[in-house]
Nanobody, 126 residues
Framework: QVPLVESGGGSVETGGSLRLSCASS???????MGWFRQAAGKEREGVAT????????FYADSAKGRFTISRDNAKNTVYLQMDSLKPEDTGTYYC????????????????????WGQGTQVTVSA
């Protein structure tokens, strides 16, 4: 069973919005959740992470003010609301889980995740 399954990717124009979802089969009280992305020819980078209770989010500078991470532990789902999208946001977006939580450190060390989803493509056209 795949523990993390993303959905919600697609193609939008600059300035548009998308909402990504990540359905998890992991125990929400154990794992912090995060969103990472990888553009073609580039390394995977952190976008946002959130604590087990959903009260403490961390954002990469590129996401601050435009993206919002949230989680609904009753549904065991994590969301990434992306507004004011730019062409440089294009890439494959991955949901990840980590225990113990890594906060902003985890954003800079994506390889230290415990679980990964299969990814969902986001394309922003100019």
């Amino acid at each position: 069973q795949v523990p993390l399954v993303e959905s919600g990717g697609g193609s939008v124009e600059t300035g548009g919005s998308l909402r990504l979802s990540c359905a998890s089969s992991l125990m929400p009280a154990t794992y912090c959740m995060g969103w990472f992305r990888q553009a073609a020819g580039k390394e995977r980078e952190g976008v946002a992470t959130i604590s087990t209770g959903g009260t403490t989010p961390f954002y990469a500078d590129s996401a601050k003010g435009r993206f919002t991470i949230s989680r609904d532990n009753a549904k065991n789902t994590v969301y990434l609301q992306m507004d004011s999208l730019k062409p440089e946001d294009t890439g494959t977006y991955y949901c990840a889980a980590r225990s113990p939580c890594g906060g902003s450190w985890w954003l800079r060390h994506p390889d230290d995740s415990n679980y990964w989803g299969q990814g969902t493509q986001v394309t922003v056209s100019a």
